[in-house]
Structure formats: C-alpha cells, structure tokens
C-alpha cells in the first residue's frame, strides 16, 4: 500500500516538528523529503529530513531552525510492550535502511518522544547523548512552583510591575537574541527571515507565540519564542537586552510558560542546553533532565562511522 506523509501525520497528535506548516516553514522553497515505513493503519513510522550538500556529501539533516527531528513512530497502544520495542527497532531499522540508499550522511538530534534507539545502533549508526530540561504540566502550577529554587520563588514573588504577555513582534525577539549572543561571542545560525516565517506559521496555526517582557515603563527587556502541539509547550528560542540583566525578565517568562503548561496539562520542554550556567538556570525551576539522542552515520564509510567534525556542523546549526 502507497502511503502519504501528510495522510499519515494527519491520523494522530504528532510532535509539531512533524506537521507540514512546520516543515514547510523551515525549509522554505527547499522543501522537505521523509523515509516511511508502513505496516499497517495502527504501525507506521516517519522520519522528515532536510537534504543539503556539504563538501562532497549529500546530508540529510534537520530543517533550518529544527532543534529535534529523528523518527516518529505511530504503534497502537494495545500492543504488548515486548511487541512495541521489537516494532520500534523493525521500523527505526527500515527509515534508516531508506536514508542510506538516498544521502551520503545522516545526522539529527532525535526528540525526546524517542528514546528507543536499538534500531540505529543495529543500523551502525553513531550516538551522543544530550540533556534537556522538562517540566511535568500534569501536576498543578502550585505544586510545580513548590519545587522552585529559593531565589527563582523570590524572584516571581517580587515582579517589580513587570509584566509578561503575548507580543507578537519578530524584530524586538531578533534583536535580543542577537544582543544575547553577542554578550558570549556568538552569533545566530539563523536570519530573521527563516524566525519570520517559523513565527508567522506558528501563530497563523495556534501552535506559538512570542512573549515578551516589559517594565512599567512600557520598556521590553527580554523575549522567548515558544511553539507547542498537543502534549508539549517548548521554551524554543529567547533572547534578553543586556542593560536589564537584573530585572529578571526570562525568569518571569518562564514562569508564565510553566503556568500555561500546567493550564493545559502540558510538559514543558526546555529544548536542552550542555551549557553550564543555562543549565543551573533551568535546573533552578525543578524539571526532570531527559537525555535525548544525536545519530548519525556516514553511509560512504566501509566501517559505518561517522565523521566526529562534520558532526559538529551537521547537529548543532540551531
């Protein structure tokens, strides 16, 4: 049976990273290709890709603006555990198989939804293991702020009249995350054009929205981008100007989406950071780290290993 990926992902909730207003938004004229693995109405499996050349590689990689990607596996839930983990690899196993006869390089960072990855390891593919930070929404914003660092309860305790809401302004949230990343060195991976076209769809979807925060004065001091489907909000992209470091404008951004989360029944998902003092940051709201994964694999390579520099380049465009 011939399957379509937009007749697919539109049979259940999938993460939003795999509805196709997303992937068309990040991947612009380019387009987007997925490997599908079918079975059956109630066992499938998808995995979207972005394909580039890099050097003399073909690569299949995340879309532009893509913090996760990999497989996304529909398998009914009546089905014994001991059948779904075997299903996982037979599907995982089989997209791979698909990729391997398409690019030269495979390389994404696989969403946390995906935590079985026995079927790339079977496929020779390369892992590397990143944290990210979640917050259980199930729970009551009240018990969830009970697990708030002293200082974090102190700080949205005491707002100073700061106010957080919904302003929907993709040049303010560009220029701080530029400020942002300028005060470490850095500058952004993306063009405001690319967060344009991201933001807009979001929102023309009921899937984002940009919050921003400002003091009394009607002055903006930080804003953060979050994009959601139907299980989880994520804290996606923000930024903060440098003159009000002290005013504590993401923290209080993050306890609104920590609220809306826990509104919804939601997790709220961090998208991660290796970076110490961001870590400690998130880690001060009480989530739960999640490991999720990176795989990759050179399909050139007689020993199946992927190369560890263009590794670097490949996952971490975002």
């Not at 207003?21 to 693995?37: E, H, K, P, Q, T």
């Not at 005491?158 to 990343?181: A, F, G, P, Q, R």
């Amino acid at each position: 049976m011939t399957v379509d990926y937009n007749w697919l992902v539109a049979q259940c909730h999938v993460p939003v990273f795999f509805e196709t207003w997303y992937l068309n938004a990040v991947c612009g004229a380019n387009g987007f290709d997925s490997a599908i693995s079918y079975i059956d109405p109630q066992i499938w499996g998808i995995l979207p890709y972005f394909t580039a050349n890099y050097q003399s590689y073909t690569v299949a990689i995340a879309p532009p603006l893509t913090q996760y990607m990999g497989p996304f596996l529909h398998i009914d839930s009546s089905i014994s555990r001991g059948k779904q983990i075997s299903l996982e690899e037979k599907l995982i196993s089989n997209l791979l198989d698909q990729l391997s006869q398409r690019c030269d390089y495979y390389a994404q960072k696989w969403g946390p939804w995906q935590q079985n990855w026995l079927g790339a390891y079977y496929n020779h593919c390369k892992e590397a293991s990143r944290i990210t930070y979640i917050i259980d929404g199930q729970s009551s914003y009240e018990t969830v702020k009970n697990g708030y660092s002293t200082q974090v309860r102190n700080k949205t305790k005491n707002k100073d009249n700061i106010t957080v809401v919904t302003y929907n302004d993709v040049e303010l949230l560009y220029s701080m995350v530029l400020e942002s990343l300028d005060r470490v060195g850095k500058k952004p991976k993306f063009a405001i054009e690319e967060l344009h076209r991201l933001t807009s769809a979001a929102i023309a979807n009921h899937a984002g929205e940009i919050l921003v925060a400002f003091l009394p004065t009607g002055v903006p001091i930080a804003s953060a981008f979050i994009i959601e489907d139907s299980k989880t909000l994520y804290y996606y992209i923000a930024g903060e100007y440098a003159a009000y470091r002290g005013a504590n404008g993401p923290t209080l951004i993050i306890d609104k989406c920590i609220q809306k989360a826990c509104a919804q029944r939601k997790r709220l998902d961090f998208t991660g950071s290796m970076l110490p003092g961001v870590g400690r940051f998130y880690q001060s709201f009480g989530p739960t780290l999640i490991n999720y994964h990176m795989i990759s694999k050179d399909n050139r390579s007689s020993n199946h290993l992927a190369n560890d520099s263009l590794d670097r380049v490949l996952f971490f465009r975002f």
